[in-house]
């Protein structure tokens, strides 16, 4: 079973900056490892995934302002800047691992003035 170690979420006014990461454990390996989010009364969508040989796949609506980076083969942080209203959700940490999907227990983001 893998865990999970979130931090980083908060409130910030729109054009704010805040950073995520993430640690999981319990495998010896992660192929993708990123983050989802699931804004208010909408359902789950992909932010940013960074794979094992380091591509990145990165939401349209967030690109030039988000950026993802793995710090070790366990950790993936989500800079996030120029922060705007609607990037208001719960962030979900995310890795594969022995072909399975796992989530974090997620992090609440709120973009308010």
């Known amino acids: 079973q893998v865990q999970f170690a979130e931090s980083g979420g908060g409130l910030v006014q729109p054009g704010g900056s805040l950073k995520l990461s993430c640690t999981a454990s319990g495998s010896s390996s992660f192929y993708n490892m990123g983050w989802y989010r699931q804004p208010p009364e909408k359902p789950r969508e992909l932010v940013a995934i960074?794979?094992?040989?380091?591509?990145t796949n990165i939401r349209p609506s967030v690109r030039g302002r988000f950026t993802i980076s793995k710090e070790n083969a366990n950790t993936v942080s989500l800079q996030m800047n120029n922060l705007k209203p609607e990037d208001t959700a719960v962030y979900y940490c995310?890795?594969?691992?022995?072909?399975?999907?796992?989530w974090g227990q997620g992090t609440q983001v709120t973009v308010s003035s």
């Open positions: 960074i794979t094992a040989r380091d591509t």
């Open positions: 995310y890795v594969t691992t022995m072909g399975r999907e796992f």
